[in-house]
């Protein structure tokens, strides 16, 4: 089910969750955006003058609006085509001590067109935001989005007709995915997660042609001094743990968010309860934030609002979020527990307060929100099952967007797996699940891991949920996701330590006997009877054997069926990726491989043609036609995690 309607909540306003279904003819949060009668006076970038001053507004702590102290140190004209950047050096004291601060994106810089006196805070013209930094700055130095540019893109904002456009049929992007995807390689997991990751990338390679590349950072813009670059200021996230800083970063980071680790745990960037959110307005200076997850845990994004038209829309940030025209996410009030100054680069400690509607523009020279509800979201529900501890279960709800929505399903399945205690090498979990999407599509999740920590739950989840967001064919909206791990004391792992063939020559129809030896954590021995039936009318000659844990037999299975590669539709996407899920890590797999090879043209097999009709199907006019070697396979459940392979030779002789 689609929820539309959800509310954005922080973590201090949980107790309001009951009676979130009265809201859904209300506006986000009950609010509205108070607009001025007139627009904010301004000043075009033209008028800007070296030396002039000025102030800005923004947040340092709470939600209290305070002034900084600016002067005009430079404009650069056609700092992108017919766009220009206004530089300017902050003299205020706190500015001076952190340098430029991510979380400041959108803060508005007024200048005085006169000599003065003036009073910082009062006066002036809005000349646009608080947008460019500088890492590692000896100077506070910042770079201003010109406000004309921000009118602009307000101009934009598509009709309310379109609002639920986001759950119909839309393409996102192979090659945005695969980058995605690339960034995951060196993200922990189990050997059977790593097979299906490749998998799947592969897969995804062969839709886009082989050709993709991560591409390099082009979100820059030029800076006042030659030969150096000023990026845009990134938007402070507040996760719940170093561990997911350290593990989402790289996904993050790519879409302009600057992970932050949250002392408090799964709370994240939730403000004191003590706050009076209702008191809170979106104005020039506050902080505009972006909930993106919420429940037992809340994650935003957050910036400064730089404007607010009479119509009621609201500007912010001075550069893109996602870059992508259209946006679809929620837009709130906000609170900065602390700026935390830093050498490289400073940034804000915040979270999201109250919803006050949706951000419905996100172009180079800012964001654009209204009072309407013009996004999705799909709840998670997560359910851990721990020695000698009670059930725990947790209640979230994610922002659906492509992007951002398989890093936040993600992080909520992590923080949960740790939220009471971190997860030590000593144990084995359980992770099952269902997830679904829009238009009835499904998938299941049955997978154990041994010996890892929670880490490792998040590759069973974030490779297939990335790919189905966001491809070219049709990007789905999540619609729910269910995820249990059960975790239990002990590694339940077996290597194949050894094996012995009973027979090495059989008859067809015979079954073939291995008496295979696994080797548990912890020293124990155990032998297992492992039996494969061949064909009646199978011929003779000698067959390869492979009796194997889940990662071999993968490989040898998919492989082995080429067709699954080929992708024409949404759902041959879906279809695949099951396929890569439904290799059980507990499990035993044999698997004989016949000497006579398969065709498939497309995806329809056809395993026993002519050796004629073969030739003339593989000829080097046909395009779509494949061969593949054809197994007689068999699958054994076991009680931990198999590793290893043996391998032997069947020679199979007519009585």
Not at 235 to 264: D, H, K
Not at 271 to 281: E, L
Not at 374 to 385: K, L, Q
Not at 503 to 515: C, S
């Amino acid at each position: 089910m689609k929820n539309a309607n959800h509310r954005i909540l922080t973590a201090g306003i949980l107790l309001m969750l009951g009676w979130l279904p009265l809201l859904t003819s209300l506006p986000a949060s009950g609010q509205t955006i108070l607009a001025p009668a007139e627009p904010t006076p301004a000043m075009s970038v033209d008028d800007v003058r070296i030396g002039m001053k000025g102030y800005g507004l923004t947040v340092f702590h709470g939600t209290k609006i305070e002034p900084f102290n600016v002067e005009v140190v430079s404009i650069v004209p056609n700092a992108v085509p017919t766009r220009s950047v206004v530089w300017m050096r902050c003299t205020d004291d706190r500015m001076i001590e952190s340098g430029p601060v991510q979380g400041m994106s959108g803060s508005p810089i007024f200048l005085w067109d006169d000599e003065g006196p003036h009073e910082i805070g009062h006066g002036g013209k809005l000349i646009g935001a608080f947008a460019f930094g500088y890492s590692e700055s000896q100077q506070c130095i910042v770079g201003v989005q010109p406000i004309e540019y921000m009118r602009d893109s307000a101009t934009r904002i598509p009709e309310a007709d379109d609002k639920d456009s986001k759950s119909s049929t839309r393409s996102g992007s192979n090659r945005r995915a695969i980058e995605s995807l690339k960034r995951m390689d060196s993200f922990p997991a189990s050997s059977i997660a790593k097979t299906r990751y490749h998998a799947m990338l592969e897969m995804m390679r062969r839709i886009e042609g082989n050709t993709v590349e991560v591409s390099a950072d082009t979100d820059r813009v030029p800076g006042p001094q030659a030969g150096t670059y000023a990026s845009n200021m990134m938007l402070p996230i507040t996760l719940g743990s170093s561990q997911s800083v350290e593990l989402f970063s790289t996904l993050l980071e790519p879409m302009g968010l600057m992970a932050v680790a949250s002392a408090s745990g799964p709370v994240a960037g939730a403000p004191p309860k003590s706050i009076d959110y209702k008191k809170v307005n979106i104005q020039p200076g506050s902080v505009l934030a972006v909930p993106l997850a919420y429940g037992d845990m809340e994650l935003s994004a957050t910036g400064t609002v730089t404007d607010v038209l009479p119509d009621g829309s609201v500007l912010g940030f001075g550069h893109p979020m996602f870059d992508q025209g259209k946006a679809q996410v929620p837009m709130s009030t906000g609170y900065v527990h602390f700026v935390m100054p830093r050498r490289s680069i400073s940034f804000k400690n915040s979270g999201s307060l109250m919803p006050i509607g949706s951000l419905v523009r996100d172009e180079t020279a800012g964001v654009v929100g209204i009072s309407d509800v013009r996004y999705t979201t799909a709840p998670v529900e997560v359910t851990i099952n721990s020695p000698n501890d009670e059930s725990r279960n947790y209640h979230y709800t994610v922002v659906n967007e492509p992007s951002l929505s398989p890093v936040l399903v993600a992080n909520v399945v992590l923080e949960s797996v740790n939220a009471i205690y971190g997860m030590n090498q000593e144990t084995t979990m359980r992770v099952k699940g269902k997830l679904s999407f829009s238009g009835g599509r499904n998938l299941s999740i049955d997978s154990m891991i041994a010996g890892g920590n929670a880490v490792y739950a998040v590759m069973e989840v974030l490779p297939a949920v990335n790919i189905l967001v966001d491809n070219a064919y049709e990007s789905l909206d999540i619609e729910s996701v269910n995820v249990t791990v059960n975790v239990e004391d002990g590694i339940q792992q077996a290597r194949i330590s050894n094996a012995r063939l009973e027979r090495a020559e059989v008859a067809p129809g015979d079954t073939v006997v291995v008496h295979l030896e696994l080797q548990y954590y912890g020293g124990r021995f155990e032998t297992r009877r492992i039996e494969l039936t061949l064909p009646e009318d199978l011929e003779e000659g000698d067959y390869p054997l492979t009796v194997s844990g889940p990662d071999a037999y993968a490989n040898m299975k998919i492989l082995t069926k080429p067709s699954l590669m080929v992708t024409n539709t949404i759902d041959d996407i879906v279809a695949f990726i099951q396929e890569t899920l439904s290799y059980k890590a507990d499990a035993i797999y044999a698997a004989l491989q016949l000497p006579d090879t398969g065709i498939a043209v497309g995806k329809t097999e056809m395993p026993k043609l002519p050796s004629s009709r073969v030739a003339m199907l593989t000829s080097p006019t046909t395009t779509e036609t494949m061969t593949y070697p054809r197994l007689i396979d068999q699958v054994y459940d076991a009680d931990a995690v198999i590793l290893g392979q043996v391998s032997f030779t069947i020679s199979v002789r007519k009585p």
